[in-house]
Nanobody, 116 residues
Framework: QVQLVESGGDLVQPGGSLRLSCAAS????????WSWYRRTPGKPREWVAR???????NYAASVMGRFTISRDNAKNTVYLQMNSLKPEDTAVYYCNLLKGGVNEYWGQGTQVTVSS
């Protein structure tokens, strides 16, 4: 079993930065794909970024150049560095782990609010 715990969400002004963390516990091994998603009330869940076992990263067009996903394998932790934040980035951000291409796990979410 795997548990994911996000942290780092906060209220920030437009143009500001935040770093989200996702700490994993449990059986963390094998082929792992880490992702961040976000959800705004009334809208479907949106994929934000992904990092593969090999370290390859992909980003949604809406965050390209502003967000960076990274990981610390020794700590079983994935990060999302968010810069130049915009009000439209306001959402609950969720960490997702796809293990072995089959088993999928989600964190509980962390609130990011971008407002002046």
């Amino acid at each position: 079993q795997v548990q994911l715990v996000e942290s780092g969400g906060d209220l920030v002004q437009p143009g500001g930065s935040l770093r989200l963390s996702c700490a994993a516990s449990g059986s963390i091994s094998g082929i792992l794909v880490w992702s961040w998603y976000r959800r705004t009330p009334g809208k479907p869940r949106e994929w934000v970024a992904r990092i593969s076992t090999a370290g390859n990263t992909n980003y949604a067009a809406s965050v390209m150049g502003r967000f960076t996903i990274s990981r610390d394998n020794a700590k079983n932790t994935v990060y999302l560095q968010m810069n130049s934040l915009k009000p439209e980035d306001t959402a609950v951000y969720y960490c997702n782990l796809l293990k072995g291409g089959v088993n999928e796990y989600w964190g509980q979410g962390t609130q990011v609010t971008v407002s002046s």
